[in-house]
């Protein structure tokens, strides 16, 4: 009797040992949530993505996109859709410094991002245009709505064989720093634009140097209208409120998808300080 009640002491002890500890271990554990980056692919085009250290590892949500590695290179990863207008996706990829990666996918016909470098700084802009998106997004639908009503006071502009892209404005909304373009075709050829660029670059540089660009991504545009013969169309593309270096400028590059017309429109850094607030 007296062995059975040892053994009963035992059992319990050793049970409360076991909750206690588990109990600590759920108190000094600390979930960590990792951000997932959200990328945009196209069906017709390549996306590019360069990582610091060579790819290990990848693994896709589903088979709606197309996974490789660039020939010849082990940090670059290349991706297009499988079809169009898929159901966001999501994309993991390990790479040899032992760092992890999470994308969310989704398709557009023109990604706003071709190429990117997964630098800090771009990791940076990735995560700012993630949060943007977080908010309603009828906030910004309103404001794109409101857009053509306002009073053009820019009258940048580059011609490309008959075709001309025009910058009419610059304008601040709610956390948000629209772009208002008009792009107007005179030849008797449609003009049908591949994609649009912002990117940011030095005004001059020295022949040695490699040509250094920064894109902006945009958080909040439309797909690019085609321009048929003697029409103009208007384009308007948001962005997180930016300056830029007086020793660089803001180029905005349209190419036409097939065709050699491209429209480039450099925009000097005063330009930008000069944005207005939208009227209503």
Known sequence: MEKCKRIVALVISVSLFVTTFGQQQDANTELTNIQSLSIEVGYSKTSNIVFPSKIISIDRGSQSIILQKAKGVENILQIKAAKRKFQETNLTV?????????????????????NIDLSQQQVKDLTSTLLMRDRNVSVLEKERNEIPKQRSFLKFK??????????????????????????INKSF???????????????????????QEQEVSPIYSIQLPII?????????TAFIPFTILSSKRLVIAINEEAGSRELILPVKYKTLVRAKPISE
């Open 94 to 114: 390990i790479t040899a410094d032992g760092k992890f990666y999470s994308f969310l996918v989704d398709y557009s016909d023109s990604p706003a991002m071709l």
């Open 158 to 183: 580059r011609t490309n064989q008959k075709v001309s892209v025009h910058l009419k404005g610059i304008y601040l909304g709610d956390r948000s720093m629209w772009f208002a373009l008009e792009v």
């Open 189 to 211: 050829i449609e003009f049908k634009p591949a994609q649009i660029r912002f990117f940011i670059k030095d005004k001059r540089r020295s022949k040695r140097t490699a040509i």
């Open 228 to 236: 048929k013969k003697s029409e103009n169309k208007s384009i308007a």
